[in-house]
């Protein structure tokens, strides 16, 4: 496919900027003027826009920022924080040759506050319970609500993650994420999912909201749902042993190069959230270390570093509480 690029010299003033969201995909799509245009104009794999000595290449998939109307311009060098951008993400792109544009085929994320207001305007019941509450601060939700709009006012492409509760993945607590999709034709909103195995609530990452992760059926559970599991006396070394036998028959694990305390002091950590990160708390270094050591794999020369520097706190950590995992058929400790 070819290549479009231009150096946009437009300003706020002069960019066809899109409306607020009608929240009816379909309709809103098809009145839009710029499906004209789109529809003219000869698909792209890519489209580089260049706004205020910075170039973004826009990709069908990216992930986009959208200045609201009615929000000033930041000025050059302090662009406005991601949370009050609008979102978007980019289906397809067209080039109109003879106007000289770029149109961009967009499905909108919508943000909670989006989703409280659609609700009430449109008297929807979109999961039963408290669903308001299952939303976090830097969290979105991905529709089918489509839009065609100037590739021109897209700010920047920004990373936007999928969170996916089957999976560790490495992330900052400012990430943007989203983990529910919202069908505007059916009015369904999915994806939600009990987290918790014993009480069904979602979390959110408040610091009440607490969980444990099990790393053999890979499921967080609330911290105050496993009171009745927990293991009082030296549960953190019985556990330290534990993690440490690995697999039946497959030997002690090559501590060559490996400071000792520190993997003790590992094994020693439960997997917990929030703590530094709001999604996936400590899981992502622990949980690197248990399953490299249950593996018989050679750690890296980070992880073994990262090891070492957890040494000091050999003594705290036999004073952790464990719990054994509720789940049937799983008992291990967490």
């Not at 999709?181 to 009015?187: C, E, H």
């Not at 006396?233 to 305390?261: P, T, W």
């Not at 703590?275 to 996936?280: A, E, L, M, N, Y």
């Not at 950590?317 to 719990?323: A, G, P, S, V």
């Amino acid at each position: 496919m070819p290549r479009a690029s231009r150096n946009t010299k437009r300003t706020h003033a002069t960019r066809s900027r899109p409306v607020k969201p009608a929240r009816n995909a379909n309709v809103n799509a098809r009145k839009n003027p710029l499906k004209a245009k789109f529809d003219a104009g000869s698909p792209v794999d890519e489209y580089e826009r260049c706004h205020n000595g910075h170039s973004s290449v826009i990709t069908p998939g990216a992930f986009v920022l959208i200045q609201p109307a009615g929000l000033q311009v930041a000025p050059e060098g302090e662009p406005h924080p991601h949370h009050i951008m609008w979102k978007a993400v980019v289906q397809e792109i067209h080039v109109d040759e003879k106007d000289d544009v770029a149109i961009l085929l967009i499905h909108w994320f919508y943000s909670r506050d989006d989703m409280i207001e659609l609700a009430a305007r449109e008297n929807l019941q979109l999961r039963s319970g408290s669903w308001e509450e299952s939303f976090s601060k830097m969290e979105i939700i991905l529709t089918d609500d489509e839009e065609y709009i100037e590739a021109d006012t897209v700010e920047d492409v920004v990373n936007i993650f999928h969170w996916n509760e089957d999976k560790i993945k490495d992330v900052e607590p400012d990430d943007i994420y989203y983990r529910y999709t919202y069908n505007v034709l059916t009015q369904r909103l999915n994806g939600f999912k009990s987290t918790c195995s014993q009480c069904r609530k979602i979390y959110i990452g408040k610091k009440e909201d607490e969980q444990r992760f099990c790393d053999q059926c890979d499921r967080w559970i609330h911290t105050k749902c496993l009171q009745n599991a927990k293991v009082r006396r030296g549960s953190a070394e019985h556990a330290c042993k534990i993690f440490l036998k690995g697999k039946q028959d497959s030997g002690d694990y090559n501590m060559d190069g490996v400071d000792r305390d520190g993997l003790y002091a590992t094994l020693m950590t439960p997997i917990v959230r929030p703590k530094t990160c709001r999604i996936q708390g400590n899981a992502t270094s622990v949980l690197a270390v248990r399953r490299t050591v249950e593996r018989r794999e050679r750690m890296t020369k980070a992880m073994r570093t990262w090891v070492k520097d957890m040494a000091p706190k050999l003594e705290r950590r036999r004073d952790e509480t464990f719990y054994v995992c509720p789940i049937d058929g799983c008992r291990s400790p967490m």
